[in-house]
């Protein structure tokens, strides 16, 4: 995962029109029903999701700002890792699983998040329960196995959003079979299954659009109250209490570089090298003037790719790129405006 993907924790809300779409898809009992989003962010798509029914809400996030946030839309959240909390199996009538996508590391071997997350919370279905599963599709023959023993009458739709695209997003809506079910199964059954997945992933251009109107009703299953218990470690506490170790302060010097500042006026003019490596370093960084044109500024560097054509004298078309970095400059202004100069 890029930087960009580390600093939000693999957080790539859905996009609430597709969530609206996929709402047409499930329906909910009168009785009470129970359901989860082991990554539910700031709980607006979970929101969506299950709007109108009288569902039990739950929810599980990692990062503490977007939890508080969820706790306003979803009176059941965890704070915590989604692979450390407890569940009791089958208490569940619909799960909603958006994970990180990423890799996972394990005292063996790794494996991609979209498989871990599936493996750790599919279990908590009832039979019957509905899977919504927002993967890239690329993904979805690493999936394959649970999805194919597991769950029935299983339709894979792509989404057709900006952001969605983007991240290849495709959407795998299915019931969870019954113990009966599973034991109809034949190898054969499984085995055609996992080719047909196989078969989305090499081909995504055949897997069709996330319709408007449902093609197939998804009955969420009646479900009473269920319990999370989280088995991890309270990172916030934790946070809150390390600088006030010893070892933290022992350390501090080691781990930390001094803060650099550069004062005075350079002994020969700068040529535009300088000035790059300067800014780059984060030394052109800060608070300047005053008034209105009191701002922030803040250098990066950025890569750019400029694309070439060439036709020789048979027609063929010769596509060239060439990469080079440049700097950008965004500037904050106290007046809120923000400028990004290139």
């Known amino acids: 995962m890029r930087f960009q993907g580390k600093s939000r924790l693999g957080f790539y809300p859905l996009p609430l029109s597709e969530g609206q779409q996929i709402r047409r898809f499930l329906w909910f009992p009168d009785a009470p029903s129970s359901a989860i989003d082991p990554c539910v962010g700031d709980g ?43 569940c009791a199996v089958e208490c569940f009538g619909l ?24 493996s750790h919370t599919y279990r908590w279905l009832k039979p019957g329960g509905v899977l919504l599963f927002v993967i890239p599709g690329d993904r979805l023959a690493e999936c394959s196995q649970i999805l ?19 991240y290849k997003q495709v959407v795998v ?45 998804y009955d969420v299953p009646v479900s009473g109250p269920a319990q999370l218990v989280y088995r991890g470690l309270p990172l916030d506490e934790i946070e809150d209490l390390l600088p006030q170790s010893a070892a933290y302060r022992q350390a501090g010097h080691i781990l930390f570089a001094e ?57 063929v078309i010769t596509v060239r790129e060439k990469e080079r970095f440049s700097n950008e400059l965004t500037v904050v202004y106290s007046t809120g405006q923000v400028a990004i100069l290139k």
């Open 148 to 166: 194919s023993t597991h769950f029935r009458d299983v339709r894979v739709y792509r989404l057709e959003a900006s952001e969605c695209v983007r």
């Open 173 to 217: 809506i299915g019931a969870r079979r019954s113990r009966r079910e599973k034991e109809r199964l034949t190898d054969s059954d499984i085995t055609r299954a996992r080719l047909y997945y196989a078969t989305l992933t090499r081909n995504p251009s055949q897997i069709p659009v996330l319709p408007s109107e449902s093609e197939m009703r």
């Open 44 to 86: 607006m798509a979970f929101e969506v999701i299950t709007s109108g029914a009288e569902v039990l809400r739950y929810g599980i996030e990692l990062d503490a700002y977007r939890a508080d946030q969820a706790r306003q839309r979803i009176p059941n959240i965890v704070q915590g890792n989604t692979l450390e909390v407890q």
């Open 95 to 118: 799960l909603y699983l958006n994970p990180p996508y990423d890799w996972t590391l394990g005292p063996a071997d790794s494996r991609r998040t979209e498989q871990s997350f599936l």
């Open 259 to 315: 803060p650099v500042s550069a004062t005075g006026r350079p002994l020969t003019p700068l040529h535009a090298g300088h000035v790059g490596l300067l800014a780059c370093s984060g030394l052109l960084n800060g608070i300047f003037g005053s008034g209105d044109q009191r701002h922030i500024s803040f250098w990066q560097a950025v890569k750019l790719v400029e694309k070439t054509e060439e036709e020789d004298d048979q027609g």
